[in-house]
C-alpha cells in the first residue's frame, strides 16, 4: 500500500466566500468524489482547512501501490473544471483508529 497526503489547492485564497454558482456545483461534486473514494477505502479521511490566510481541503489516502495517486486526483471534478489543483505528499505509513 502507498499513503498520501493530499492538498487541494483553490484557485484563489477567498475561493470558498466567492465561489460562483458553476463552482458551487464543482464543490458539491468534489464532496461527493472523495465521499466515494472513503466508502471505497481509497480515503481515509478528508476535510477543508479554514486557514485564515486562504482555505484549502486535505485528503488522506491509502492506495495499493499499483494506483497512481495523480491519475485518482485528477479525476476530481473540481480539478476537472480547472478550479484548483492537488499537491501530493507520500507517507512512510498512515495509522488510524478503527
Known sequence: ???YLCKYIPPRAD???????????WMKQHGAFL???LNEGKVVAHGPVMDPAGGYGVSLYQI???????AITSEDPIVKNGAGHYEHHPMLHLKARG
Do not use: P
Open 35 to 37: 465521499d466515494a473514494l
Open 64 to 70: 495499493a501501490d499499483d494506483q497512481d495517486i495523480q
Open 1 to 3: 500500500m502507498k499513503y
Open 15 to 25: 475561493f470558498l466566500a466567492t465561489m460562483s454558482a458553476d463552482e458551487q456545483q
